[in-house]
């Protein structure tokens, strides 16, 4: 069983900054990305960045400049840094994880998300 742990969210103001934790545990696996998605009411899920185990990374275009994710492969955790935020960006944020399984499979893990909240 795999479990995703995420912490960090809550208010923050508009030019402030936020930091989101994702720490992946369970049985043995071995992380081949990780990511950050969102959804805000009323809206579809959307991508927000993306990181590889060897830390290539994807950011949509709405994030790209202001948030950063970064990777603690040791830890097996996965953090945004969330930098001048808009009230845009107000929405559940969740952590997603690509692994690989020690039967040589690979599966999907969701947290269970993590409301953030941009007042101006």
Do not use: H
């Not at 936020?18 to 545990?25: G, I, K, P, Q, T």
């Not at 049985?27 to 998605?37: L, Q, V």
């Not at 994710?69 to 969330?82: E, G, H, P, Q, Y």
């Amino acid at each position: 069983q795999v479990q995703l742990a995420e912490s960090g969210g809550g208010l923050v103001q508009v030019g402030g900054s936020l930091r989101l934790s994702c720490a992946v545990s369970g049985r043995r696996f071995s992380i081949n990305a990780m990511g950050w998605y969102r959804q805000a009411p009323g809206k579809q899920r959307e991508l927000v960045a993306t990181i590889t185990s060897g830390s290539s990374v994807y950011y949509a275009d709405s994030v790209k400049g202001r948030f950063t994710i970064s990777i603690d492969n040791a830890k097996n955790t996965v953090f945004l840094r969330m930098n001048s935020p808009k009230p845009e960006d107000t929405a559940v944020y969740y952590c997603n994880a690509d692994l690989w399984t020690t039967t040589g499979g690979r599966a999907t893990y969701w947290g269970q998300g993590t409301q953030v909240n941009v007042s101006s």
